[in-house]
């Protein structure tokens, strides 16, 4: 959501970033609506004026025994013409919220402005990928091979777009959950938080997924939702607080399953557990002060690439395209994995800055140490990583000639002492 007192004093601004964004120029319709608005309350405060006057003159004149008729009269009109204005602007007001709320965040300066990925720009790299004397296989190979990975059962119980993980693969994915968590909570600060899976329209509000993405959530019959990711829980954590400064940043991290009825494109990624519909993610979320946002989020990122150098997986960071980014985010890294199977890297862990946007949708606030008032916090958010994915990338950079893969030396300890799998 957006300052509607920023749109005024910075129109072409405003116009500029929905630009970056592929979007037509909104200023103009936005600020008209406003106007038109504001002129209505100018005219329901005028008009509660003149009632407020009549009902004394009315009250002095029946002191008085003297008729007041005419008065009385006047009042009930001026009670129409009230109801009608306050109709009037309940309507204009959600015309712009809805507005408003359909457009997407401003990109941060220095974002490069692209319509789509190819205008996203590569930040570093880290790690080579490893050079194989074989043929190197998807991880859908492998897993099916080991009879550990089984997508016909998944489609028997549930359709497309799930997968059965059987014995090690189980335990593996298990594994590199606990890991990710232990690093997080242990050497981050992370405060880990088991969280609801079903949520109300107004959390998935906050952060941005509704309205515009309705189509993309999964939602029951009596109105919940089940949660994409869990950074929609963890930042409306602090859905309308007042923080005290001294207290900031919170840094909260969860484990969770999650859900998402559109998968990605129609026939890309329909091999594999790339895109499903259900696949497990640890989350990061961060709730900062404005000034200190910016080193947040360089921050959280180089946590989520500690966790795939401990694991020895190749990845670069990429800073995403104004087109690339999520809805709610002002600037966004993404870390790539490398797989083998694919001889590319793929997306793992996704970093962004909000700035005060999903703040202002929860109402999210802070008491500065100086100064009166209060002010908006910041939220950030962060895959650290997704499960599914990792397991990918640790099978096919493991894997043998033979069959089957290697276990990273620093998940060995979670997995009894298991150096391999097949």
Sequence with gaps: ?????????????????????????????????????RANRT??????????????????AKAKGHDAADLIAEVGELKSALQSGEQVERDLSQELRETLSGLPNQPEA?????????ANVEVRRHGTPPVFDFEAKQHFEIGEALGLMDFEAASKLSGSRFVVLR??????????????????????????ISVPLLVRAHTAFGTGN????????????????????????????????????QDLPLRFTAHTPCFRSEAGAAGRDTRGMLRQHQFYKVEMVSISHPDRAKDELERMTSCAET???????????????????GFSARRTYDLEGWMPGQDCYREISSCSNCGDFQARRMGARFKPKQGKGTDF??????????????????????????????????????????????
Excluded at 211 to 233: C, Q, R, S
Aim: a negative charge; hydrophobic letters at 45%; glycine letters at 10%.
């Design 167 to 192: 014995g090690a693969l189980a335990r593996l994915e298990r594994a590199l959950a606990a890991f990710m968590l232990d690093i997080h909570g242990a050497e981050f600060g992370y405060t880990e």
């Design 110 to 118: 220095g974002v490069p402005v692209g319509a789509d990925e190819d």
């Design 43 to 60: 005219s329901l405060q005028e008009l509660q004026n003149r009632r407020n006057e009549l009902s004394k003159q009315i009250g002095a």
């Design 210 to 245: 509704l309205p515009k993405f309705e189509d993309d959530l999964f939602k029951t019959t009596d109105g919940f939702y089940l949660i994409p990711t869990a950074e929609m829980v963890l930042t409306n954590l602090v859905r309308d607080e007042v923080l005290a400064e």
């Design 1 to 37: 959501m957006y300052d509607l007192r920023w749109i005024r004093d910075n129109p072409d601004a405003f116009d500029a970033g929905m630009a970056a964004r592929g979007i037509a120029p909104q200023a103009a319709e936005i600020l008209a609506r406003d106007e038109r608005a």
């Design 377 to 422: 916090v910041h939220t950030l958010n962060g895959s650290g990583l997704a499960v599914g994915r990792t397991l990918i990338a640790v099978m096919e950079n493991y894997q043998f000639a033979a069959g089957g893969f290697a276990i990273p030396d620093a998940l060995q300890p979670y997995l009894g002492g298991m150096t391999r799998i097949g």
């Design 307 to 325: 966790i795939l150098q401990r694991l020895g997986i190749p990845y670069r960071v990429m800073l995403l395209s104004s087109g690339d980014m």
